[in-house]
């Protein structure tokens, strides 16, 4: 036993004598002294590599051979660092390294693809990225104002489409998912896109995924993701404050301005803007206040952010007006290495109304009395959540969590005219309201002499003659009205119902009539969730597994659709290996059940002949580097999308114009391929990166905003003239709005092209741009059918599911191209967006009919009711368009920045979607400082 001591302590000391030396210091961000947590620092020797990882403060500790050793840090996003040691036994060395970011754009480091840090070159999938610089450049008011200006990404009524994936549903059920640190904005119950909740006071960068993302991410990734990373606090304590204002220019057309002073005096508004009494000029404006400050106070980071904004809107009556307030709280547990909780928090009160139809294409700015609607409320969430990385074994464990409450209501109100404004801009007189109640009282009489002798052409699709006597009779009553006038009158008339059923109720209700209606508030909206997600994840030599389960728990309490729930559970699992330092391989699988009240099949998919509640989609990739900084990828991924609750079910009164349930809607489904080429470049102070994507999408069961006349009780979509009549002889008035349905199968496929880089005139001189071109063909699978079926339908009143015959999707373009370009020159910055789109393919043919005819038919008098000329105007209007922005800054001082924008620089009247004209020539000032 004695032998066997004296072997164990010779052991020790020679042990000692080769590893008593020791290595340790401090690790930091050489820009700003920021400590690096997670640093590897290591060395070579015979028997392989040795080395540790530096913990929340930086500090590492590393035993070292004696002798020579050369020893490596490496970090993530970081330039490699290396320092050659001769180290005596026994001695101890203090080393502070000090780490510069990569320069280079390929190694900028991005989460949302794997959902772990990698390196922009290694993706196996097309992104775009934008740094926090890049987004205060552009002085945005939220985060579309930055995304429409991405190649491949289209904003449609604050709806993101990226490659044509998605055309125009109104905000609601999108299909591409926007994130905030890897938690969703949409709001649960509807699917629509919270962006007032983005906190845009505290964004790091942006990442846009193209492609299909729900085996990470779930239902709503169908079309890509949008991750938005936030800020982490630094040692030294920072404040940022932006302060901003906008000025809307006068449109070109003069005809379209509807403000002027006595507008404001009068308070004709929904917002007032805090300068507005500071700058009393007639034009609509917005400004806007951020703040926020980080810290770290010893083990605990802290982060906290505020925003005050309001818009007057450029359209009357589309105004906005929000309070945000959020943070975070994240505390690094001293006692356990690796470990780290904390808390999200963010707060949320917006007052704002949207446009949905003009009043008529010479008053384009402004809103038609049948859709005119707000909504005010206020939601808010919390998210705790726990991190632990163990570096012995190479895990980390993360639990998020979410409770979300959102309390909302829409105000809607049909006209704000008064009966004797719209009398008078009709030219009506009063002594024609006997006549008119004996026509009520007795309506055939005096309509079958008008349609009888016309009544053969109107079988043969004629309607020109009967429409000629209508106006007669519209004239003789109202000499001087046009289309938006007799909206007004049908405005005026449905916020007052209901409607008067005989004679005796007749006088009352007009005396009552002449009274001012307050606008419909049907009562408050509740939704709340609750979600919990858990992934795990283990580095192996060359490959990452990353596995994990989420579940949401959504409750929707309305007044007008009733009470409905939903549960969402999913399980997942990728796996992601380098081959040869060359081949990156990526492969992943998603089992997901979803169910809504009691459906409990949402998810149901066939498996070996039998049907079970679950959904299982797949995807893989590869990204191979041919070459210095010449990499080839492909990759494949299965999507889909659960429609939402508001989808299946909402029944909502806008103003006039409805949203009609359909319980039958299925969820789309599909699959996104795609193959490029990234090449990076350095000539001279030249440097970055192309990049060329080949794409092909396709879609099953593709869900599509179908806009038309219904029955209110069946909610049947009425296309034809016999359904309509019956439902008038019954004393029924059929409903004019939307729903949403499935149209079938649909491919999208495309060329996406693109060019970032920077030149280094000199050390105070540098350009930075972003140039791509992006082509799709947006195709409907089933449109030969659908068009045989339809010129095979005869009736004078059938609908078409487009406004022309061709094989396009609604609300898509063919061709973009969008380009960004930046130079700095000591203290001051010149900038511009350029983007130059093609024409729109194809619309709602409720709205707009292309198709060549002899004569008008029943339809197009419907639309000159509703909306004016509005066939003329989009065929004038929709031949494609470019715009341009320019912004000038300088640097007061260091820490204080001024810019100057000129939004639309060529004042541009354009249009993406009938009745949606874009926002004229707008004048912005920046003031931006950090302390």
Known sequence: MKRVYILFGLFLLLFGQIFGQKV?????????????????????DKSGTRGTVSDIDGHYELPVPAGSVILMFSYLGYENQSYPLILARGQSYTLNAQMKVQTNLMDEVVVSVSRYEQKLSDVTVSMELLKASDIVKQDPVDLTSVLKNLPGVEITDRQPSIRGGSGWTYGVGSRCLILVDGMSVLSPGSGEINWNIVPMENVEQVEVLKGASSVLYGSSALNGLINVRTKRPSLDPVTHANAYMGIYGDPENKSNIWWDRDFWKNGGYGTKPLLRNILPGSN???NGVDL??????????????LNLFSDEGYRKGNYTKRFRAGGNLTYHDPRVKGLNYGVNGNFLSNDYAGFFLWRSPEEVYTQSPLANMGREGHSFYVDPFINYSNPDNNTVHRIKGRIYRRKDQIVSGTTDKSISEIANNMGFDSNSIPEIVNIAKNPMETLMPIVIPHLGDVLNGNFTGLAGEVEKLGNHFFPTAKPADYMDLVSWVMGRTPLPTNEEELLPWLENALEPVEKKKPGADLTASYYLDYQFSKKYDNSLLTTGATYERVYADSKVTGTHKSDNIALFVQYDRKFFDKLNLSLGMRMEYYRVDDHYREAETKLFGSDIPFKPVFRGGLNYELGEYSFI???FGQGYR??????????????????FPNANLKAEQGFNAEIGFKQGYKLGGLKGFVDVAGFYTQYKDMIEFQIGLFDKESFEYLDNL?????LLINGKVPGIGAQFTNVGKARI????????????????????????????QPIDLEADDINAKEEANTDVFSMKSKSNT?????????????????????RVNIGTNLAWKSKTLAVDYFMVDEREKVYPDLMDYVRGLMFGDLHDYWTNNNKGYFTMDIRLGVKITKNIHFQGIINNLWNKEYSVRPMDVGVPRTFIMQLNTTF
């Open 24 to 44: 340790e210091g401090y690790v930091y961000d050489a820009a700003n002294n920021d400590p690096l947590t997670g640093v590897s620092i290591y060395y070579k």
């Open 284 to 286: 609509p404006m917005y």
């Open 633 to 635: 990828r492909a990759s």
């Open 806 to 826: 061709s094989r396009y999707l609604k609300y898509r373009q063919k061709h973009s191209l969008k380009g960004m370009f930046d130079l700095e020159w000591k």
């Open 749 to 776: 496929s495309g060329i996406d092209a693109s060019v970032n880089g920077m030149y280094n005139f000199n050390s105070h001189t540098k350009l930075t741009f972003n140039l791509g071109y992006v082509y799709t």
């Open 642 to 659: 659960y429609p939402s609750i508001v989808e299946k079910f909402v029944l909502k009164d806008i103003g006039g114009v409805g949203a």
């Open 722 to 726: 016999k359904d309509i009549i019956s």
């Open 292 to 305: 926020s400050h980080s810290r770290r106070i010893g083990n605990f980071d802290l982060s906290a952010g």
